[in-house]
DNA sequence: CAGAATAATGTAAACGTTTACATTATTTAT
DNA sequence: ATAAATAATGTAAACGTTTACATTATTCTG
């Protein structure tokens, strides 16, 4: 039979509320008092039952967690620092994430209004407007995880999509190269919008000229990458350097460089972004920019505690954006040992 | 302010006792009631308060989810089916991962107890006495993922490991191979042992002796499948095929057999197991096991929901061994044509 | 029309915890 | 010793829903 509260009053000889002080820790009871209640407590195995104290407290010690897809290993890495982070702060993890089934805007007004969850972690590449209303009207705290930044009364965190590709781009250029080509990523999705802006300050600062014909439109897909390399070399004005604004493409990029003929880093200097595992297994070892994405989930779950808790003002307007750091292959035309190839 | 059912009781002339009926579809209500009931709770866009109802109900709609680990693509696509098939079903998913701050007793242990979930879905490649006998003491349904079949009173769900290293171990044979060699999964796990037990059939099945010398323990890692091919091509006894027992172990041996100069599959044929995204890229695509994760998920999600709901006796034993699929590359030897290629 | 049966609704309590405020016990100060 | 202050405990209600069983309303049958 499940032993609850009053099991353990009666077994004590005090009320249910000296029960609950000795349990929680705040209110006064005496030492003694508490001890004997903890140890009853511990011989029954009791512990409060959670749905009843969520009822009581309005509080579940749950975060949502909404995420656009579960495809690759980028979310994989986000869930797990966001459990850990979550767990060690004593908070369970609710994850829901679109399908054919279920849009994300469904999914976060459920969320925002069920009582399910203390705090929401949304991340939505593309912020529809009836998401940001929805964000703005929220009683509950969000962390948003994309590029809004700076937007008054909300919270969000990204990575420097913007310092990542500069400092890619600036690679490049420190080697020499001066035609330079960009495969982006989708339209409308604020990383690749980032990424562009990036790409063209650093051609900026070296007051290379941007020509028009090296940004080629890419969806982040391998295909977008393959495709993109050919339309590229099928123009007159060839690169010598090509920056996809994702591994994926860059791993397209190298398959449609093999089928024309073409030696990287030699022919064809190419780099990536975001480091995936893959990255590493590929010869030449890929040139690419390291994310932090645990990270990245760990913090937004630390400061989304720290607004549940109110150590922070949830109104307030807050953004941290990770650094992130370049990982040197031999895809650049730099010279390094490569061991973990496959081929 | 937040609307609750004594408003649309109020609003609607009645009792809440009959806005509940008219709002869960059971028990008595007239038809007329209940228009008027849902048509004022949808303009005070009312929904019942899930933490009330589940203290009431005992019951949350919500699937607590054990993993063992957060670090590849596996537990992406099994998370995947699991979210898609719960949704599906009107579930909530309570995702929880071992690492290095918390292990899967104590989470097992808490979910079973808690009351915050309705059912749990165990993963734990490596059954402990205590886990076993949480298992078995649980209230709650629990539907285990992995090797435990037909032991009384559980369920479990898992693939077909000896299914699938005895195919691609007869497809080896079928090649003409006959010195063939495994490396092993990591000890005490027990898909590992599976297809230890498929390999070891296939061989005896077509009448070749096994070779002890060609049976190389392994941890599932790359590494492990490097070194491991490395101590097999360094025994005076050489195999002409290896399988490893999963996809990055043989990514390994990849690189071991570039590293010696061998040629795949000239001069030695690579087959693994699970399919994993990088073995479409590299050269040659390497001849693998598909095996239906994201099935695996989403049908143990069925089976639990259906033990929650009482439509199978949670104390019937049930397994379900789901079958995988031979995906042929050009590692084995066949000739097959290869676009989506690295290098 | 009256009684029986069925449909519909309401009342009260349950679920298990937390906590505001009232009450009692103990300690401190004069 | 008495009064005031502080510590500790208890009572009652709250949180928001569900549902068993009682009550009332409506329909059916003889």
Redesign the interface.
């Known amino acids: 039979m499940k032993v609850n509260i009053n099991d353990i009053a009666r077994q004590a000889g005090v009320s249910i509320a000296t029960v609950s002080r000795a349990l929680n820790g705040h209110g006064l009871v005496k030492e003694e008092t508490r001890q004997k209640i903890l140890k009853i407590a511990h011989e029954l ?1 009791y ?1 409060p ?4 104290r ?2 009581s407290t309005q509080k ?1 010690e ?1 975060l949502g967690i909404i995420l656009p897809e ?4 980028f ?2 890495d986000l ?2 620092g966001i ?2 982070e979550a ?2 702060q004593g908070y ?6 679109s ?4 849009n994300i805007v469904e999914t976060s007004l459920e969320f925002m ?4 969850v203390d705090g929401v972690i949304l991340m939505a590449p593309k912020m529809r407007h009836e998401l940001m209303d929805l964000v703005a009207k929220s009683k509950r705290p969000i962390v948003l995880l994309n590029c809004i930044a700076n937007i008054k009364g909300i919270a969000s965190f990204n990575i420097d999509n913007l310092g990542g590709a500069f400092a890619i781009t600036q690679h490049l250029v420190d080697h020499g190269y001066k035609k330079i080509a960009l495969i982006t990523g989708p339209e409308g999705n604020c990383d690749a919008e980032e990424r562009l802006k990036g790409f063209k300050k650093a051609l900026e600062q070296n007051n290379i000229a941007l020509n028009e014909d090296f940004i080629i439109p890419g969806d982040f897909t ?1 295909k977008s990458g393959y495709y993109g390399f050919n339309r590229l070399f099928t123009q007159r004005n060839k690169p010598e350097a090509v920056f996809a604004a994702n591994d994926m493409m860059a ?1 397209g990029i ?2 449609a460089a ?1 089928t024309m003929g073409l030696k990287i880093p030699e022919d064809i200097a190419v780099v990536g972004f975001d480091d995936i ?2 990255s590493h ?3 030449p070892r890929l040139t690419t920019i390291h994310v932090p994405i645990q990270e990245l989930g760990s913090r937004a779950v630390r400061y989304l505690i720290k607004m549940i808790r109110q150590e922070v003002d949830p109104q307030a307007t807050y953004h941290e954006k990770l650094s992130t750091g370049l990982i040197i292959g031999g895809s650049c035309g730099c010279q390094v040992a490569q061991l ?4």
Chains 1, 2 share one sequence.
Request: net charge positive; no cysteine.
């Open positions: 195995n512990t039952n959670p749905i009843a969520g009822l579940t749950t579960l495809v690759d290993e979310f994989m869930i797990h459990d850990e767990y060690r369970y993890i609710l994850l829901s994430s399908h054919s089934q279920r209004t069920s009582g399910r391998i791993l190298y398959q093999k595992r893959l297994y590929i010869h973990n190839t496959i081929i």
